[in-house]
């Protein structure tokens, strides 16, 4: 058979699948529950971004109207969606579309930052302040350094999508970032940036992470309500075993999540 006739007969054969799977699929649909339904078009809507992150659905009476189902119905397909986490039922509110967490490793070294670009997420910075301070304190314990010794102080409001997600403020020994000040605004990822202008490779890291409720400054700030869950990461950052770098961040706890693996039974 020619070549151009056997391309043919598979195009025609791959059509054909193609049609029998989507009327299997509508076989399967048509005897499933009419909330199981309205389930997978929300979730659909969602994804194709009818809904956005971040947004409201419909209220309820107006869903009804939408899928042509009752109020209860609209209820049951919403709790599914909630146990996914994909919708948050705000009380007195509406139904609030969650955006998509991003998933930090810590069993390797990355940045919140990173995280949420490898989710896929547009990382932004919403404003930045970098200033020198005198360590002191947790800062001068953490970077091992001499009470009064000059460091660089990085806050940040980080942005993803557009939306503020995370708080940070970064401590470096002034001596190995001289002249930081003058790249405020002009980075987004700080290791990213220490490693491209500085040369210093953050190689290994000691993190204590612990969530607290958002204060009334910090829910502004993050566009949340107060008393919503933030979780916390300190961090010390080390280059050759050798302290380079102190984080305290603060990232919106219905956005992240932290993925760690443990090897080994500790008793």
């Known amino acids: 058979m020619p070549l151009h006739r056997r391309q043919f007969h598979v195009r025609l054969l791959n059509s054909y699948k193609k049609i029998y799977l989507e009327c299997q699929t509508m076989e399967n649909h048509k005897n499933e529950p009419a909330y199981m339904r309205v389930y997978r078009e929300l979730k659909s809507e969602i994804q194709k971004g009818t809904y956005p992150a971040n947004g409201f659905l419909p209220r309820e009476s107006e869903l009804e109207?939408?899928?042509?189902?009752?109020r209860t119905t609209v209820r049951k397909a919403i709790k599914l969606l909630s146990q996914e986490r994909i919708l948050e039922v705000r009380q007195g509110c509406g139904t609030?579309?969650?955006?998509?967490?991003a998933k930090q490793d810590y069993n390797k070294v990355t940045s919140v930052t990173e995280s949420l670009r490898k989710k896929g997420y547009t990382v932004t910075t919403g404003s930045m302040l970098i200033d020198v301070i005198e360590a002191a304190g947790e800062v001068a314990e953490s970077l091992e350094l001499l009470p009064g010794t000059p460091v660089a102080r990085v806050q940040r409001l980080q942005l993803a999508d557009g939306s503020p997600v995370t708080l940070m403020e970064n401590y470096i020994p002034y001596s190995l970032v001289p002249g930081i000040e003058a790249h405020e605004n002009k980075f987004v990822a700080l290791y990213q940036f220490l490693e491209e202008t500085y040369g210093i490779t953050i190689d290994s890291t000691k993190d204590r992470i612990f969530a607290v409720s958002a204060s009334?400054?910090?829910?502004?700030?993050l566009e949340i309500k107060p008393r919503d869950a933030l979780l916390v990461v300190q961090r010390t950052c080390y280059k050759d075993s050798r302290p380079v770098c102190m984080d305290h961040v603060r990232i919106i706890g219905s956005r992240y999540e932290v993925e760690i693996c443990g090897q080994g039974r500790s008793k």
């Open 216 to 221: 009334f400054m910090e829910a502004q700030v």
């Open 65 to 70: 109207a939408i899928y042509k189902v009752s």
């Open 96 to 101: 609030r579309v969650c955006g998509q967490k």
